[in-house]
């Protein structure tokens, strides 16, 4: 920045500072736009749910507040299953009109058992202290190994056997 800054001032004197400035910020906002396009653009966090052990009914709802969630390519989330040993991402974005009193809920059941009340599950209500804060109950039924690692300032790494 600081050297786009230099050479502008530098090669176009009848420009001002200002004009400088103006057209650099200018410059920066264009290259953000052309080249950024991340998935990160669709939401404010992304986590990864890992399972081992057999196929698992998934479900990711909001509890309180509006919440979306996605693919990596931005499309709705909207995964049932998963099966052993493998991994999926979801972003998390809440609601226009958020006031970050927001809670949801990632719900993992195994399938293998066939008798009723008796499946491995995993509950994970997700909320947060304050922002990059999160406050993340783990619920472990009937023999399930429940696990949440943070994946940095980005989301959560969750783990379920």
């Given at each position: 920045?600081?050297?786009?800054?230099?050479?502008?001032?530098?090669?176009?004197?009848?420009?001002?500072?200002?004009?400088?400035?103006?057209?650099?910020?200018?410059?920066?906002?264009?290259?953000?736009?052309?080249?950024?396009?991340?998935?990160?653009?669709?939401?404010?966090?992304?986590s990864?749910?890992?399972?081992?052990?057999?196929?698992?009914?998934?479900?990711?709802?909001?509890?309180?507040?509006?919440?979306?969630?996605?693919?990596?390519?931005?499309?709705?989330?909207?995964?049932?299953?998963?099966?052993?040993?493998?991994?999926?991402?979801?972003?998390?974005?809440?609601?226009?009109?958020?006031?970050?009193?927001?809670?949801?809920?990632?719900?993992?059941?195994?399938?293998?058992?066939?008798?009723?009340?008796?499946?491995?599950?995993c509950?994970?209500?997700?909320?947060?202290?304050?922002?990059?804060?999160?406050?993340i109950?783990?619920?472990?039924?009937?023999?399930?190994?429940?696990?949440?690692?943070?994946?940095?300032?980005?989301?959560?790494?969750?783990?379920?056997?």
């Open positions: 920045m600081v050297l786009l800054y230099n050479y502008i001032k530098q090669y176009s004197q009848p420009l001002s500072i200002m004009k400088c400035k103006i057209f650099a910020m200018v410059l920066i906002c264009v290259c953000f736009s052309v080249c950024g396009g991340t998935h990160h653009d669709c939401a404010h966090t992304w990864i749910i890992s399972v081992e052990g057999g196929e698992w009914n998934v479900t990711l709802r909001p509890l309180f507040e509006k919440s979306y969630f996605f693919f990596s390519n931005c499309e709705t989330f909207n995964i049932s299953q998963l099966s052993s040993k493998e991994n999926t991402t979801f972003g998390f974005m809440y609601g226009k009109n958020a006031n970050f009193n927001i809670v949801y809920a990632l719900t993992l059941v195994n399938t293998k058992s066939k008798e009723a009340m008796v499946s491995r599950t509950i994970f209500v997700i909320t947060a202290v304050s922002p990059a804060n999160p406050d109950k783990v619920l472990s039924y009937n023999g399930a190994k429940c696990k949440v690692e943070s994946n940095g300032p980005d989301g959560a790494l969750y783990m379920a056997a």
